[in-house]
């Protein structure tokens, strides 16, 4: 079945530092892969997504680009701030159009002042 | 703002009680999910539903969950009888499946379980 591995945390940053959060998937045919953000107390909120291979998404600072060659979908920031501290999850809808979607396991990021 | 509403927020009850969770989805959606999250997991997907109908809860242990849409605008998700295993933060989310790609799925705030 599908899968997405990202890499587990916690990733403790300074503010203004770059941010990568490595994203693997495992799927057949061409799954949409999204990246979703979750702050304290709170649901699961997109921050990103991209339906097709080369796509990036884009939002807030975060970029993602879908690479199909290496089945990967990269978190990037280049200068986190503080308000950032939230746990970030990999997630792919399957291609089979019931939107069923796969989460990873979510990675926590601290940004430290 | 539209949004997905859950209720309870928090419950805490005794290992053998029923659980009964609620969900409203976002008015106009066809596709309902429910997630469990815990530490030790992550993200779970328990049961999903499209214009009400069950389309996959291959990943909810069926002795003690049940998950059903008795309408468009309420889902349940129940447990009975509930274990200290399932103390966990049990998020419904909605969609609109277009049959395309790209869907973007909104989240409820979650109902946080703990089981005695």
């Known amino acids: 079945g599908d899968s997405v591995t990202q890499m587990e945390g916690p990733v403790t940053l300074s503010e203004e530092a770059f941010l990568t959060i490595n994203c693997t998937y495992t799927?057949?045919?061409?799954?949409?892969l999204f990246w979703y953000v979750q702050y304290p107390g709170e649901g699961l909120q997109l921050l990103l997504k991209a339906t097709k291979a080369d796509d990036k998404g884009s939002n807030k600072g975060f970029e993602a680009t879908y690479r199909k060659e290496t089945t990967s979908f990269h978190l990037e920031k280049g200068s986190v701030q503080v308000s950032d501290s939230a746990v970030y999850f990999c997630?792919?809808?399957?291609?089979?159009?019931?939107?069923?979607?796969?989460f990873g396991i979510g990675t926590k990021l601290q940004v430290i002042p | 703002d539209a949004r997905v509403t859950q209720t309870p927020r928090h419950k805490v009850t005794e290992m053998g009680q029923e659980v009964t969770m609620r969900c409203q989805p976002i008015?106009?959606?066809?596709?309902v999910f429910w997630y469990r999250q815990t530490m030790m997991q992550g993200l779970e997907l328990l049961a999903y539903f499209r214009n009400r109908a069950p389309l996959d809860d291959s990943g909810m242990p069926k002795d003690r969950f049940s998950a059903e849409m008795p309408d468009a605008t309420l889902a349940t998700l129940k447990i009975q009888p509930s274990e200290p295993r399932d103390s966990a933060v049990y998020f419904c989310a909605s969609g609109l499946g277009t049959g395309g790609s790209g869907n973007t799925i909104y989240f409820g705030e979650g109902s946080w379980l703990t089981v005695v």
């Open positions: 008015l106009g959606h066809n596709t």
């Open positions: 997630a792919l809808e399957d291609s089979g159009g019931y939107q069923k979607v796969t």
């Open positions: 799927a057949t045919g061409y799954p949409s």
